[in-house]
Nanobody, 124 residues
Framework: QVQLVESGGGLVQAGGSLRLSCAASGRTISSYAMGWFRQAPGKEREFVAVINWSSRNTYYADSLRGRFTISRDNAKNTVYLKMNSLKPEDTAVYYC?????????????????WGQGTQVTVSS
């Protein structure tokens, strides 16, 4: 079993930045693809970004590419999401997830483990 714990969320003004962290425990995530998703109030959970096990491949939602950066440190069993130029529409609960199979899945059903989420609120 893998436990994932997100941190780094909070309240930020539009145009600001945040870095989310996702710390894994229970077993190493070094062979897993790791993804970030988000869910805004009243909306479905949506894909944000994914990074493959080696960090060689990353993929982003089209609307977020250029503002968000996903990275990982396998030695620390941790994945990060750096978010720049934040907008009010980025307000959501952000979740990290681990996929045992796949190099860079973008659908939530492909993920095996989920964190509890961290709230990001962007004020205008």
């Amino acid at each position: 079993q893998v436990q994932l714990v997100e941190s780094g969320g909070g309240l930020v003004q539009a145009g600001g930045s945040l870095r989310l962290s996702c710390a894994a425990s229970g077993r190493t995530i070094s062979s897993y693809a790791m993804g970030w998703f988000r869910q805004a109030p009243g909306k479905e959970r949506e894909f944000v970004a994914v990074i493959n096990w080696s960090s060689r491949n990353t993929y982003y939602a089209d609307s977020l590419r250029g503002r968000f950066t996903i990275s990982r440190d396998n030695a620390k069993n941790t994945v990060y999401l750096k978010m720049n130029s934040l907008k009010p529409e980025d307000t959501a609960v952000y979740y990290c997830a681990a996929a045992i199979v796949g190099d860079g899945p973008t659908t939530s059903s492909r993920y095996n483990y989920w964190g509890q989420g961290t709230q990001v609120t962007v004020s205008s």
